[in-house]
């Protein structure tokens, strides 16, 4: 008798629909530009304004001068510290005393070599005074040694000494300058030639409007992981013109929730190369934050 097995196979059909990755569109609450860079430029010193060398609306580099206070006393103090360092260094750096004590010393203790020498040949030959005469004369000249080298020592701290004077003398004549820090434009000039300023007044005011920012509010319900970097997408409503579409990346998502709605701070940065847009401007703005692709079982 013969049985056949029959093997059944059993088919499991499991589709995996992975579908592409795609992006959730969050929008922004209470959205508004504001400046990242700008400073307010303050006198360093008391004095007098000399010279204002810009106007508002004008575009400045960094490092470029913006005001200058009357330096005059500041200016003969620096001159007078340089001249004070001149000197100090040219004394430092002369070491005749020392070449020329040197020279003594060896010359007196070759003196006392052939003394020895002529006393060890022929006992008696000189006379103990005159031993003692040689060996007191380079005695005298290794100390006179240690002297001009102590000296030559002290000119070279007394030069360090005026090297640090002439560079706090420079500091405060540089105190009297105003200059940007950063490449921007002017927004306002507070004060005007000949005015007296006190150390601490508001003098230029510098922004930066070609990198802007986006503060703007999310519902803790619509925190993401991956929400800092993401793309922003930013909408610009702009007088007599189309609107105008802008892309950013979120550059901060408060780790906190807001004390006053609870909701997150998130801030998004953006480019501004033509100046279009400016602090204060209120954009629809949506962040595109991406979605994990699913799997699905049919």
């Known amino acids: 008798m013969y049985m056949t097995r029959f093997r059944c196979p059993i088919v499991l059909a499991l589709s995996l629909l992975a579908g592409p990755v795609s992006a959730e569109q969050l929008t922004l609450k209470s959205p508004l530009v504001r400046l990242i860079e700008h400073v307010e430029l303050s006198a360093q010193v008391d004095g007098v304004l000399k010279s204002v060398e810009v106007q508002e609306g004008q575009r400045v580099t960094r ?57 060890a040949r022929l006992a008696r030959s000189v006379s103990e005074s005159q031993m003692d005469a040689i060996q007191l004369a380079a005695d005298q000249a290794e100390l006179a040694l240690e002297r001009v080298r102590h000296e030559l020592q002290l000119s070279r701290t007394n030069m360090r000494i005026k090297q640090a004077a002439a560079d706090e003398a420079r500091e405060r004549l540089e105190r009297h300058r105003i200059v940007s820090p950063m490449d921007g434009m002017v927004a306002a000039v507070e004060r005007r030639v000949g005015e007296s300023v006190a150390a601490g007044q508001k003098v230029v005011r510098v922004v930066n409007d070609e990198r802007l920012r986006v503060e703007g509010f999310l519902e803790t319900r619509f925190y993401r992981p991956g929400l800092h970097g993401a793309k922003a997408n930013l909408r610009f409503e702009l007088p007599g013109r189309l609107p105008e579409q802008v892309v950013g990346r979120v550059t901060f998502v408060n780790p906190e929730n807001d004390p006053h709605n609870g909701e997150i701070r998130v801030w998004i940065e953006f480019e501004n190369p033509q100046g279009l847009f400016r602090a204060g401007m209120k954009p629809l703005v949506t962040i595109d934050v991406p979605v994990a692709s699913r799997v699905a079982l049919p």
């Open 63 to 119: 490092g470029q001068p913006l005001a200058q206070i009357d330096d005059a006393l500041a200016a003969v103090v620096h001159e007078r510290a340089q001249l004070e360092l001149e000197a100090a260094r040219m004394e430092a750096e002369q070491d005749v005393a020392v070449r020329d004590a040197e020279k003594v010393l060896r010359v007196a203790q070759a003196d006392w070599r052939r003394a020895q020498e002529a006393v």
